[in-house]
């Protein structure tokens, strides 16, 4: 089910009271029920693959730990292959043949499947386990329940963060007793989720998407508005999604990792990628682009780790040559930043920084190479009286609101308004804060049922 | 508790202060009936609509519908009046009366080389009105215009339960089956009457009930779907409701009723989905011999051949485009039944 959906208000409540009703020692066995509802209210035939996932990796890990070198070493390839294998089946194979890019194969069953909701992440949550177990930093688990919840565990089993072994097993084996200010914390980030989601980034959804979706007519004016702001939108629409999930979690008792840190403060594109999607980014780094020999190398090599970690960082995100160039605009961005000396004004560092990773979401964003090839085009549409088509069936109101939206997420994440001052503060502004949030929720909020960007990875 | 209440008692008037800044839609925009306890429009005021993909001046006629003022009521022998009953998507608020299926329909009606009469539409819709509220507006509203041809139109839905179910007194299923359509109710006081114009003044207050309806239709539809599910299966005779079938053809018996009364002939018209089922409809309306037509499949070839939606990006509603090609499919139908449009 999704996070901003009457089922999860529904469900988190009664999820969460029950939670707190149960034996300590037997909670993680609701937890791993209430994960796998939360899961199957998609599809729940694909419960079943997820099931298939961490059994393997289950005995793979405890094969890992008390085996031979080389056994070791089996169970690793076949923890890995198995991983990577229905990754490749579900979410290139079955693309690639649609598309044409694949012959199709005789006697091999016509794919009518939809690839399994965050797949990418539960297989890469997965291969941390048992790559974590290989390299002896952390012990094989021996609770197959207790590993069936690290994968499954339900705040997080959609789109992240990526979690790690070291960071999340051990709390979920932890007894936590109820605390009110964990639940104050959790439901303050889990607001904080919903208006970014709600009330930011499904209101901008509104320019971008038209734009987006008809690219031939639209002028240069409008394209530049909307691949701006498609990054803002992304990234309150995610970054959202991990509120809401850090929130849940959070009343729970468990700390997820954070997977932002104010990414447009960022100065630089490898500056830019340490703040965004945070958890994707350090597993790239720690199982890629370090075991390649990271930066302490040759020029040529680093050069050529940075290119490899970022198209396997595309790649991650979908089959197809979009994705391909959205990586190695990263990685290009990153090499050529080493050979040219950065602006002097940490502002126009910034700006530059957002424009030049605005135009690495336009292939993101596109469903094709093709497709944002021709969006592209749009910039240079500049015939004409300067009409903005976007714009121009929309009150201006709405953007102002829109424009206020991302101003106040900015501010308030900037200066930590959210988790610091709330908290120390008079009572009555704290409870007139919380309520204001509330209310703008409500009355802003464009209630379309749009799902979550990441959910499609 | 003492704070708390100051506190949201402070954010509910800064979200005040806000929203008269931004929000510029008139929510005192409405008025019931004192007659029919029917709601409509204030009668002969405009005010704005707006969302984030349209804006409109909706200008109300005397009636107290979106709509051109209508004809005074004695009908002159060259005029053929079609009164044209619906809900929110034949009201049109989200475009400029001119653009209006009635408004269209009526155009292209006048500009036939061929036509008899001067046709005259007159539109008595008003938003979520369900089937059986349109043919209360009907009865209060269009039979006095002497119609020769009413079109009572079903779009996107057709739901009579729940059109009962949200009966507030103005429209009740007897204890025989028939449908009662209208009662007098009686003139709000003068203290609810001031309670009404100053809740409806707050802007906060007035979107508190939107997003209140928004959520209470969004729970009814999971507690439906659950009873369904669950309660229908183990009991079956649970649901007090009459069936479908039952109610489609209390429906189209009502209607024919009425229409009998102005010797007018009828036409039911449906915009409906593939995945909603219309025999039923199909069924009734042959079987008391009244024409009918589903507009959605050639509305959306249409849509698909020009590339074009025919709904707004913000709304579900029809935009501009939308009203054309159904005015035009409209009359592409009456053209091949031009027993419906002589008298």
Redesign the interface.
Known sequence: MSFASLHFILFFPIALCCYYCFRPRNRWLFLLLASIYFYAAFIPQYTLILFGLIVIDYIAALGIQTGTRSRKLLCLLASICSNIGILIFFKYFTLLTYVGWLPHIPFFPKLGILMPLGLSFHVFQSLSYVIEVYRGTYPAERHLGRYALYVLFFPQLVAGPIERPAHLLPQLKTAHAFDMERLKAGLTLMLWGFFKKIVVADRLAQFVDPVFGNPLHAHALTVILAILLFTFQLYADFSGYVDIARGAARIIGIDLAPNFNQPFLATSIADFWRRWHISLSTWFRDYVYIPLGGSRTTLWKWERNILITFILTGIWHGAGWNFVVMGLLSAGYIIAGRFITPLRSVVLQRMQTYVLMSLCWVFFRAPSFGYAITLLKGLGNWHGISKLALFSSYRPMEFVIALLGIISVLAIERYDLLHFHLHKTHPIFRSAATAFLILLLLVYGVFTNKSFIYFQF | MK??L???L???L??EL??QV???IDYDSVATSSISGLKTYRPGETFHV?L????NEVKVNSLGFHAPEPPPEEKPSEEFRIVLVGNSFVEGVQVPIDSMLSSRLERLLNENPDRHYTYRIIPIAFSGAGPFRELQYLSRYGLSYHPDLIISTLLVDVNFADDLHGADGTLMLTSNGSLKLYQTSKQPSFLARQWNHLTRSSK?WS??VR?ER??AN??KQ?TRSLQVALLSRLIPKYSKTPSHDALTRLYIDTLKTLSDKEHAQTLVVSALPATIVDSDLQTTTSQQHIPYINILPAMERESLQNGQPLSL??DEHWNAYGHEVAAQTLFDYLKTHPALITR
Request: aromatic share 6%.
């Open positions: 704070n708390i100051i506190g949201i402070l954010a509910c800064l979200t806000c929203l931004t929000d510029d707006s984030s993909c349209y804006k906060l979107n508190m997003v928004i959520s969004s729970f999971v990006s913000c």
